[in-house]
């Protein structure tokens, strides 16, 4: 399956403060109507659902860690404690207009199956990761011969919370296989900036050190 990008440039954001905005936070965010209610599954510390609500958006979450939970309720945020692989059963269907899964798809111990729910609870997922095979990765176990770290992937392999990495093709051929429709998909750089999207998947692949992927149910994405 190819990817493709089809959208223009991000509309102006206001960010409060604008230098804490994550770039992906705002591509997240831009994919995502006004007035739309959410479900943000690994919402951490809560800063994309305080964007999201900047935007018109009725945001919940739901968070592992009790430290992130209080941090959020600080923040005047709904967000209870629970687990992607265990609570999101519990949901029903339809029950949000879009549930995302933000930096969160690869601690998981099933993604496949929370990839699912994600797409049972809600009408479409908006779901980002770091790519396994970008460059830099690829060069720290070719020459350094040990598991890669980066600053979107700090933690040593033995203490890290990751159990499931992916590359973008990876997640590609998961979504080809359970017949997931990719309506926007974007790769960015080191930098936070999009990956031309005139050039061939492998240059993704390669080049793009993080994935968000606008999904829906059924048909296949082109």
């Known amino acids: 399956m190819a990817l493709q990008e089809q959208t223009l440039p991000l509309p102006g954001v206001t960010p409060h ?9 705002l591509l997240v965010a831009e994919m995502v109507a006004p007035g739309s209610k959410v479900l943000d ?18 945001g919940r979450g739901i968070e592992l860690s009790r430290e992130g939970v209080n941090r959020c309720v600080a923040k005047g945020l709904a967000v209870v404690q629970g687990d992607a692989d ?9 029950a949000f207009d879009y549930v995302i899964l933000s930096q969160t798809l690869q601690a998981t111990r099933k993604p496949k199956t929370v990839l699912e729910n994600l797409l049972r ?9 770091p790519n396994f095979g ?20 700090p933690a040593t392999w033995y203490d890290t919370p990751n159990i499931h990495f992916c590359t973008i093709k990876d997640f590609v051929q998961l979504c080809d296989e359970i017949n997931v429709k990719m309506e926007r998909a974007v790769a960015l750089d080191l930098y936070g900036r999009p990956v031309p999207l005139n050039l061939p998947w492998w240059v993704w692949n390669m080049f ?7 999904l829906s149910r059924g048909g296949k994405g082109k």
């Open 208 to 214: 793009g050190e993080q994935g968000v992927f606008l």
């Open 86 to 94: 265990t609570d999101l059963v519990n949901y029903p269907d339809d």
């Open 17 to 25: 403060p604008p230098e804490k905005q994550r770039s992906d936070h």
């Open 134 to 153: 970008f460059w830099k990765m690829r060069l720290q176990l070719l020459i350094g011969g040990h598991m890669p770290r980066t600053e979107n992937l």
């Open 121 to 129: 609870i809600g009408h479409r997922a908006i779901v980002s990761f």
């Open 41 to 58: 599954v690994g919402c951490g510390d809560g800063d994309l659902l305080q964007l999201l609500e900047s935007r018109g958006i009725d």
